[in-house]
């Protein structure tokens, strides 16, 4: 198979990589004068996507034995503009376009909040990389960027149709800037989150397979508004897995590192 092997999985990092490019351009208006959808729900139905294929390179590449360091780097570099830049753009621009009012006198804020979470995002790829990927098999050391991309996109999507945008005064406003800075601060965190893995338990597997069915289909659908109760099932989702995995990370918290640090010496 030679070199063509490695095409697949490229192939899916290319597209989850323009899949982000394409929600920036979303967000920012881009495609308006093309279309009459609703930028900020596609936006972030682009990162819902992204979320949704972000597995795919890493399956293809271990399907057709293509793994390499190349891929690697480039994956991060597509989640960087997915699920860093592209969330913090969409929050950025919803205040911007909905609440322009605000937006102006809280300018500062809003760059402040932008400018940690896209360096925690960045930060947090890098240490996977340098640091994580052969730590932890079974656990995510802080929060992944992919969550943390997906809770701003869908939570924006979802207090944008609770018209919490509309009155400046209110102090729900703040929410999405500060779900911006706890998820940015969380993904560089040393909190450990238990991994979506094959587990001993063969109804937890059973569990597990039926919400990631459920999860797709959710996402997929994300794009439609008349679709009820999708944009809260996903937040509630990702908010239960958080909660409850880093609640467990905690209390497992030394079993973990220990067996970490026992496979290490291993090697």
Known sequence: ?????????????????LLGVFAICWVTGAFSSFTNADPIRMG?????LCALLDKLDGFAARLVNASSEFGAQFDSLADLIAFGVAPAFTVFFTYKTMSPEWFQNNFVLMIVAFAIYVLCAAMRLAKYNACDADSYHHHFSGLPSTFAGGINAVLVVY???????????????FIPIFVLLVTGIMMVSPL???KLQPRKSQALNIFQIVMII?????GFT????????????LLLLMACYIVIGFGLGIANRKQIIAEAEAEAAKK
């Open 159 to 173: 207090l944008k149709s609770k018209g919490i945008f509309v009155d400046p005064n209110s102090a729900v406003i």
């Open 192 to 194: 450990f989150l238990p």
């Open 214 to 218: 459920i999860t797709y289909i959710s």
């Open 44 to 48: 972030a139905y682009f990162i819902v």
């Open 222 to 233: 994300f794009v439609s508004e008349k679709i009820p109760f999708v944009t809260e099932f």
């Open 1 to 17: 198979m030679g070199k063509s092997r490695f095409i697949l999985p490229n192939a899916f990092t290319s597209m989850n990589f």
